[in-house]
């Protein structure tokens, strides 16, 4: 019988609803650190460009007027279809997490439950925000106060090293829950469940622009991120050296910049699944009206 040839697979970025390959044409091997075969190339991920990087934010700044504008309601539905799709591909998940080397087969099974549930949890979010974080205010004076929530605008992710899917969903999801459009960057050591989370998106119906992803080295990305005037919030964990660059870049042009411990698990439901998670991406609107008489 013919031997056959394994099938090694070559993973792309994700721009506006597209899947192309990287404008530099560089791939990188993705190696299973988990397999007694010692680092065999598991895939092969793009290496994504400062122009992609530059497409990404132009897909995500035409989209993102429209998906602010959408309801909560719907946005929530959305968020909520794209759990139903990883909990689907809930054994293929739980793979590319444990050939990571990082945690044994249990482990990932429950990071991918725990990245699930966060994702339902954020669907959730959608539609109550404003009620939870917005309102009236009291004022002394014949006025009416009240607050409203809006979403920054384009926002761009530089996910966890630590939690490669669990990270990823819960430092990109509170964005497009409140109506950021997203670039997001995965992992860069396991960056595989991110992209089969890109993967689902399609299939979700989140619109084209509204999540991009870009695998690549962090070191050429985060330079330009930080220096992108178009960008209007970053999250990111980041090691000491990239967070100085990030907060020196920014600083020329005063994007909102949350910096998260890279050594976060982001396991604290009471912390992660509340109203602070979406602090950097989301702005408060308040208008002052007159008592009429």
């Known amino acids: 019988m013919t031997q056959r040839n394994d099938i090694t697979k070559t993973w792309k970025l994700f721009i506006g609803g597209a899947f192309p390959r990287s404008e530099s044409g560089r791939v990188a091997p993705v190696t299973d650190i988990a397999s007694r075969s010692g680092g065999k190339a598991l895939a092969y991920i793009a290496q994504a460009s400062r122009k992609d990087l530059r497409d990404a934010v132009e897909a995500a700044r035409g989209a993102q007027e429209?998906?602010?504008?959408?309801s909560g309601y719907l946005r929530g539905q959305i968020i909520y279809r794209l759990a139903e799709?990883?909990?689907?591909r809930r054994e293929e998940l739980v793979e590319s997490v444990r050939m990571s080397g990082r945690l044994g087969k249990g482990r990932a099974r429950t990071e991918v439950e725990i990245a699930i549930d966060r994702t339902l949890s954020f669907a959730g979010w959608c539609?109550?925000?404003?009620?939870?974080?917005?309102?009236?205010?009291p004022v002394a004076g014949p006025f009416h106060c009240f607050s409203q929530i809006e979403a920054s605008g384009v926002a761009v992710v530089v996910a966890s090293e630590q939690a490669s899917l669990l990270g990823?969903?819960?430092?990109?999801?509170?964005?497009?829950?409140?109506?950021?459009a997203v670039i997001a960057i995965p992992s860069e050591k396991e960056p595989i469940p991110a992209l089969i989370v890109a993967e689902c998106a399609p299939s979700a119906d989140i619109p084209q622009g509204v999540l991009n992803v870009l695998t690549g080295l962090r070191a050429e990305l985060v330079p330009a991120i930080a220096g992108h005037r178009d960008i209007d919030a970053v999250v990111a964990s980041l090691e000491p050296e990239l967070a100085t660059i990030m907060q020196l870049g920014v600083s020329e042009n005063l994007k909102r910049v949350r910096l998260i411990d890279p050594s976060e698990r982001f396991l604290d439901d009471a912390l992660w699944s509340s109203p602070r998670a979406f602090q950097t991406v989301t702005e408060v609107k308040t208008v002052w009206h007159t008592v009429g008489t």
Do not use: E
């Open 85 to 88: 799709l990883l909990d689907g």
């Open 127 to 137: 539609d109550k925000l404003d009620s939870v974080s917005g309102g009236r205010n």
């Open 168 to 180: 990823f969903l819960t430092m990109t999801l509170p964005a497009l829950a409140c109506g950021c």
């Open 66 to 70: 429209k998906w602010a504008a959408s």
